[in-house]
C-alpha cells in the first residue's frame, strides 16, 4: 500500500497551491481521506477530510480558503489552497483510513508560503 503526494512548493503569501494524493496496492472499503499537515516543533494537525458519502471537513483555520476534493472510491483526494499565508507553512501529509480502521499515511509534500 502506498499514498503518493504530489504538489507541495514555494509560494508567495495569498498565492495558491493545489495538493493531490493517490492510494495504490489494492487498498478496499475507504472511509475517509484527508490532508494533515506538521509545522517544524508542532504536532500534526487536521487540515481537512472527506468521507466516501462526500462529508467534508475542515480545521477552523483553514475553512474557506482550502477545499478538499476527490473520489474517496477511487482512493483519490486533492486540496485546494488558496489565500495561502506564511502559517500555512508545513509538510502535509495525506491519510486514508478504511471501514476496518485500517489507516495508511503518504511520505508528506512540502509547502512553504514566503515572501
Known amino acids: 500500500v502506498q499514498l503518493q503526494a504530489s504538489g507541495g512548493g514555494l509560494v508567495q503569501p495569498g498565492g495558491s497551491l493545489r495538493l493531490s494524493c493517490t492510494a495504490s496496492?489494492?487498498?478496499?472499503?475507504?472511509?475517509?481521506m484527508g490532508w494533515y499537515r506538521q509545522a517544524p516543533g508542532k504536532q500534526r494537525e487536521l487540515v481537512a477530510t472527506i468521507s466516501s458519502g462526500g462529508r467534508v471537513n475542515y480545521a477552523n483555520s483553514v475553512r474557506g480558503r482550502f477545499t478538499i476534493a476527490g473520489d474517496v472510491a477511487k482512493n483519490t483526494v486533492g486540496l485546494q489552497m488558496d489565500s495561502l499565508k506564511p502559517e500555512d507553512t508545513a509538510v502535509y501529509y495525506c491519510?486514508?483510513?478504511?471501514?476496518?480502521?485500517?489507516?495508511?499515511w503518504g511520505q508528506g509534500t512540502e509547502v512553504t508560503v514566503s515572501s
Open positions: 496496492g489494492g487498498i478496499v472499503n475507504t472511509n475517509t
Open positions: 491519510k486514508l483510513e478504511t471501514f476496518r480502521r485500517e489507516i495508511y
